[in-house]
């Protein structure tokens, strides 16, 4: 039951939650090991959460899910776990989880209770709203960035939340179009909402929302306040690194046809997972030895 309970919990999703160490590497505080306990600590408690959430979704929706060509594998759905021994292993896991969240920092409890509590409401009718249900997956981004922040007390900049925002509703439009592609005439009758899209407008939806993830980034990379917050003014360097992962995530769309399962198709993808490594280093970098690089100006 534990190995099918870690399955239903998708500790593969953890890797979403990643952004929550944004606050504790733009801080530059990478090197301090309490902000770096605290960002660890923030980073398992937000994804037990998130996997409590995950649990809750399945139980709801486990019938549906019985009839989808994918997810009728899922333990609740194929029977694998008995439904109400997982509601209740998992109202423990997530009561404990929010009791250390307190402990950790009260403000950090605020968000992951919204971020629960705003899921479920998007369970139950944020998602079969056109549009807003992958505007509300976006927010859940959002929130994991702010709470990474606060978690070791800074200060997130909003070029940098809104580019977050638009990267997520990019995934987001991708994940309903391949979902679409997937499940061809029997969309509507697996989840609903799919009804309401077509390839054609979830192609412009990822055009635009592509586009204003470049935008929002170079935004950011430019700003005054991104020069005094790192203390470089050489972070513009950084835009191909992201111009080239979104055009390979388009490719991983249109090409290998892996919309449906973003977060499998960011994992198994070498070139994706480089450009965030090399992105990260670049960054890291810049941050720690621009002054040392007196010879090169932009």
Not at 113 to 128: D, E, I, M, P, R
Not at 200 to 217: E, K, N, P, W
Not at 287 to 296: I, K, L, N, R, V
């Amino acid at each position: 039951m534990l190995k099918n309970y870690f399955i239903l919990m998708r500790v593969h999703q953890w890797v979403k939650n990643a952004i929550l160490f944004a606050g504790v590497i733009f801080s530059k505080k990478l090197g301090e090991p309490d902000s770096l306990l605290r960002a660890l600590m923030a980073f398992f408690l937000f994804s037990l959460i998130a996997s409590c959430q995950y649990v809750f979704n399945d139980y709801l929706d486990r019938n549906e899910d019985a009839l989808h060509p994918e997810k009728k594998n899922r333990p609740l759905a194929s029977g694998a776990i008995d439904p109400s021994r997982a509601l209740f292993l998992t109202v423990l896991v997530l009561s404990i989880s929010l009791v250390l969240s307190y402990l950790l920092d009260p403000n950090f409890f605020i968000l992951v209770n919204f971020y629960f509590l705003f899921n479920l409401a998007y369970s139950k009718f944020l998602k079969h709203i056109v549009i807003l249900d992958v505007m509300s997956i976006s927010i859940g981004f959002v929130v994991r960035a702010i709470a990474g922040a606060v978690v070791v007390n800074v200060k997130f900049s909003a070029w940098l939340l809104l580019c977050t925002f638009m990267l997520s509703l990019f995934w987001g439009f991708s994940k309903r179009r391949g979902e679409l592609i997937l499940l061809d005439k029997d969309a509507g009758t697996h989840r609903k909402i799919l009804e309401e899209y077509s390839v054609v407008f979830l192609d412009l939806m990822m055009g635009i929302s592509s586009a204003m993830t470049i935008t929002s980034y170079v935004m950011y990379a430019i700003s005054p306040e991104t020069r005094i917050h790192l203390g470089t003014d050489k972070m513009i360097i950084t835009v191909p690194i992201v111009v080239y992962a979104i055009f390979r995530s388009l490719y991983i769309t249109y090409i290998k046809n892996m919309g449906h399962n973003p977060t499998k198709a960011i994992l198994t993808d070498i070139s994706v997972l480089f450009s965030g490594l090399l992105w990260i280093l670049v960054i890291s970098f810049l941050m720690y030895f621009d002054s040392q690089m007196e010879w090169f100006q932009l």
